[in-house]
């Protein structure tokens, strides 16, 4: 309707247009043949003689102009004519869907006042304005273009809720413009987090306005924000369950941590925590394995989604292990560690002269702890060890360790203490968290760092094992393997879940909430990325079932007290963003018909009056 | 036929306080009534002596001032007479348009004006303009013929045309108008020159004229009725393809209406208009004691 042109051409325009010459004949006839008795015309003699004689068969009546008045509006209904266009705002409406939002005050979370806000917002906009809807987390948009219908956006606001996973407000609002395909004229963020700051090279008129509603006020918290295993690999020590609890209220408060199975609380300590503090709570577990519930309880606690976890424990199954590497001394060195543990398992493969575009892992790497020192190998599986390979210029060097005592790993390495080694060239640039850092040469350096995330655990090693002069630090070796093989106690949400194997074909999945979806595989790994809620996640094929437990554990997301800004304000478009000047053309349609109706309703009352007044 | 409907005794007993506004008396009024007249006539009231002429009442000579001046002179004394009110109704085709309404309101005020002339002690007749031989109601003397008016009015009809000027010229004649007051009530709607023509055959005759010119609002604006095509003169039949503008037709009205006023005034003649939608009262008890047609009594 909005791209019509107005036109005379349709039938029934023409129609009625040409009924208004027929209106004027009708009138004349009917003025030459009606006669009107006066009591006299003595007063019009005058008027007679000077008159002309075309005035005369004029007709002096308003019905008469009525009627053609509405003969000329029904006519001009029929070519359909449009309003003149006017400009319709579009705004992108994103709503933060992160896990924060789930927190309770005043029996309210601050996704209902969230909720509140944007459609009190919508509401305001009126018909001039049309809303795009984006959530933060996942980043998708209910609504397959923006609109202005108010209840296509409740269905769309109803359809948003929040997930157990942080998000990004920026990233959030970029994608958006992406779906919009067009810079929106203006984006309203509705968040329980601060409104950034606004620099001095924002305020450039070319900048579409964004506007942050922000809901909700600090609130303390409590909160899971780390949970671990410590699993016996090689040496005869207990399986121990690790939990890092955190306060984040503004005043000192008791945190109870408790473990149970199957209901059956195993231990239970309680710590005061200073405000802001966080205090790692380790938990002894018999070797029988299985899964474990974490529970937190506190005083000041307004998120429920960061107060419980489940940890699933192998108990004393073998660790399956796979060296990989072109070079058989390697695999020597290391197979030689690994054969201290008895319950790892350990397979080589040998890569042989291969190239490095055509090294591939077997097909059951996927479920093993992979070490090699092919960066391509390690790159391939999910939980890899990399050894960095030293070249021929490199020297022993003496190294004092450095260890970054907030990592799990670095609870193994107090004892080591000054040790030879033969740096690889790359030490400097290697990537990750830092565990272990060295002093060479008056100069600190990363030994060991680690890569999570994305659901993959990797550990970098900056130090060859089979060089000839290398002391070999065996303990840091065996400590990042359990902290590697960690990676299948449990996964955090928003992490990919990588289960098999199940024979190819389709699997279906079942989240916690309840959502069943399925999703396709060819390798007989399923890789499943939508891990937005903490629970259960159920695999199932035909008789074949496999559970993974997902957690939700981020320490920013937790707290609630001093919530940091995700949202970048951006002072320019992006060169593939352009403006679009949305213009929406309103039907005249339907008002020609209701002045049609009243201008025939004024004639109506006009003759009824002029019928009653008329002497009998 | 017209009911006076709107004619009540309370109205009629307002109406006494007022009296018929009368500005000369002449001779030619009926005898024995209480207006006095330069006339030497019969009444006890002394007037003047005149010379004795042969003829004279020798009953009237003054034999004492015979002694004294040694002439005849005869005493002489004033006429009394009474007042003849001639009220005249317009009662031709012109009157039933646009609304019936204006002949009864005629007839209305046509019965108060006799009922005020009763009750002076005026000697009261009504006519009627109408086509063919309408005699005239005999003289209204007592007030007690009142009653009669009613009857009267409820046996005439209006319709027909009649040229006003021969029908006045007809009227003097045959019923000896001389003298008195001649109140005639229309719309006025005829041609200037016969208005001129019928209303001097009055005044020839000494008649004290009052002229009450009565019509509707539509016919002031005349858009109202005519809404275009043929329109047709109700007296005569005449048909004329009309079609001004609204403020055209007024203007017309309103000039022809301006020349009757303009005549009256010019002769001396007591003129008012009285719109239909005008409660009928205020015509009695503020328009016409202001135009001079009556005035109260104290």
């Given at each position: 309707m909005g791209a019509m042109p107005m036109t005379f051409l349709a039938p029934m325009a023409g129609a009625w247009l040409a009924s208004l010459p027929v209106l004027v004949w009708l009138w004349r006839l009917a003025s030459s043949s009606k006669r009107t008795t006066l009591p006299s015309l003595v007063p019009f003699e005058r008027l007679v003689r000077r008159a002309a004689h075309r005035r005369t068969r004029m007709p002096i009546n308003l019905l008469f102009w009525l009627q053609a008045a509405a003969l000329a509006l029904l006519a001009l209904a029929m070519t359909q004519p449009l309003w003149p266009a006017h400009r319709v705002r579009t705004v992108l409406l994103v709503l933060?869907?992160?896990?924060?939002?789930?927190a309770k005050s005043d029996g309210r979370t601050m996704w209902d006042e969230a909720k509140k806000l944007a459609w009190r917002r919508i509401a305001a906009g009126g018909r001039r304005e049309r809303f795009a809807l984006v959530g933060?987390?996942?980043?998708?948009?209910?609504?397959a273009e923006p609109t202005a219908d108010r209840a296509q956006l409740r269905a769309a606001l109803d359809s948003l809720a929040p997930v157990d996973r942080s998000g990004n407000l920026a990233l959030a609002a970029r994608i958006g413009r992406g779906l919009l395909r067009a810079r929106p004229d203006a984006t309203v963020v509705v968040t329980d987090e601060p409104a950034p700051e606004r620099a001095?090279?924002?305020?450039?008129?070319?900048s579409a306005p964004v506007e942050v509603l922000s809901v909700g006020k600090p609130l303390p918290n409590a909160a899971i924000v780390g949970v671990d295993t410590r699993e016996p690999l090689c040496a005869a020590s207990e399986s121990q369950i690790a939990v890092t609890v955190q306060n984040f209220a503004d005043q000192p408060q008791n945190v109870a941590v408790s473990i149970s199975q199957q209901g059956r609380v195993l231990s239970r300590q309680t710590r005061l925590l200073a405000p802001g503090a966080s205090e790692p709570l380790r938990f002894d577990v018999p070797q029988a394995g299985g899964e474990y519930d974490v529970q937190l309880v506190a005083?000041?606690?307004?998120?429920?989604?960061?107060?419980h976890a489940t940890v699933v424990m192998r108990g004393r199954a073998a660790l399956p292990v796979m060296v990989a590497s072109d070079s058989q001394r390697f695999i020597d060195t290391v197979g030689r560690w690994l054969d201290a543990c008895a319950n790892i398992t350990w397979q080589p493969q040998h890569l042989g002269d291969a190239s490095a575009s055509s090294m591939r892992l077997d097909?059951?790497?996927?479920?093993r702890v992979v070490v090699t020192d092919r960066p391509d190998l390690a790159e391939q599986a999910p939980v890899a060890m990399l050894f960095a390979r030293a070249g021929s210029a490199d020297r022993p060097t003496a190294v004092q360790w450095l260890v970054?005592?907030?990592?799990?790993?670095?609870?193994?390495?107090?004892?080591?203490?000054v040790v030879p080694t033969l740096l690889a060239r790359d030490a400097a640039d290697a990537?990750?968290?830092?565990?272990v850092w060295g002093l060479i040469r008056g100069q600190r350096l990363p030994l060991v760092t680690s890569v999570t995330g994305r659901g993959r655990r990797m550990v970098r090693l900056?130090?060859?094992?089979?060089?000839?002069?290398s002391v070999a630090p065996v303990l840091v070796f065996l400590n990042s393997l359990r902290w590697l093989s960690g990676l299948q106690a449990s996964a955090t949400t928003g992490e990919p879940l990588i289960v098999?194997?199940?024979?190819a074909g389709a699997v279906r999945v079942r989240a916690p909430d309840g959502r069943t979806s399925t999703v396709n595989t060819e390798s007989g790994w399923v890789r499943y990325e939508?891990?937005?809620?903490a629970g259960r996640y159920e695999f199932s094929q035909g008789s074949v079932r496999v559970e993974r437990v997902v957690n939700f554990v981020d320490p920013v997301e937790s707290n609630l007290l001093a919530r940091p800004s995700t949202l970048k304000l951006e002072s320019a478009p992006a060169a593939h963003e352009t403006v679009e000047a949305t213009r929406e053309q309103q039907p005249m349609m339907r008002w020609l018909l209701r002045l049609i109706a009243i201008v025939l309703l004024a004639e109506w009352l006009l003759y009824a009056t002029r019928l009653a007044r008329r002497p009998a | 036929m017209p009911t006076l409907d709107a004619v009540q005794p309370a109205l009629l007993r307002r109406l006494e306080a007022f009296r018929l506004t009368v500005r000369n008396i002449h001779w030619s009024n009926r005898l024995g009534g209480r207006f006095v007249i330069?006339?030497?006539?019969?009444?006890?009231e002394f007037a003047d002596y005149m010379p004795y002429t042969?003829?004279?009442?020798?009953?009237?000579?003054d034999w004492n001032l015979y002694a004294r001046l040694d002439r005849l002179y005869v005493r002489t004394y004033h006429e009394e007479v009474e007042l003849a009110v001639e009220i005249i109704i317009?009662?031709?085709?012109?009157?039933?348009?646009?609304?019936p309404k204006k002949f009864a309101r005629a007839c209305e005020l046509a019965a108060c004006m006799t009922h005020l002339s009763l009750a002076a002690g005026h000697h009261a007749r009504i006519g009627w303009i109408a086509p063919g031989a309408m005699a005239p109601s005999p003289w209204l003397v007592?007030?007690?013929?009142?009653?009669?008016v009613e009857k009267m009015m409820a046996a005439v009809k209006a319709g027909g045309s009649v040229a006003f000027d021969q029908w006045m010229t007809r009227a003097v004649a045959t019923r000896r108008m001389r003298g008195g007051q001649a109140i005639v009530l229309s719309d006025?709607?005829?041609?200037p020159a016969e208005l001129f023509a019928g209303l001097n055959q009055l005044i020839r005759r000494r008649v004290e004229v009052k002229v009450i010119q009565i019509i509707s609002p539509e016919e002031l604006d005349p858009a109202r009725l005519v809404q275009g095509g043929v329109v047709v003169d109700?007296?005569?039949g005449a048909t004329h393809e009309l079609g001004y503008r609204p403020e055209e037709l007024r203007d017309a009205v309103r000039e022809h209406n301006e020349s009757v006023a303009r005549f009256c005034k010019r002769n001396g003649m007591a003129f008012v208009q009285h719109r239909l939608n005008e409660p009928l009262d205020e015509l009695l008890f503020r328009s016409l004691p202001a135009h001079g047609f009556i005035e109260p009594l104290h």
């Open positions: 933060d869907t992160s896990a924060s939002m789930q933060s987390v996942p980043v998708a948009s209910p609504l001095a090279s924002d305020r450039a008129p070319q005083g000041h606690n307004t998120l429920a989604a960061d107060d097909g059951d790497s996927a479920q970054e005592t907030a990592h799990p790993v670095s609870e193994y390495l107090e004892s080591l203490d990537g990750g968290e830092p565990m900056a130090f060859d094992p089979a060089g000839p002069e098999g194997p199940f024979a939508a891990t937005d809620r | 330069k006339r030497r006539g019969s009444s006890i042969p003829g004279d009442d020798i009953r009237a000579i317009d009662a031709t085709e012109s009157m039933r348009l646009p609304s007592r007030r007690g013929e009142f009653g009669r006025w709607m005829i041609r109700s007296e005569t």
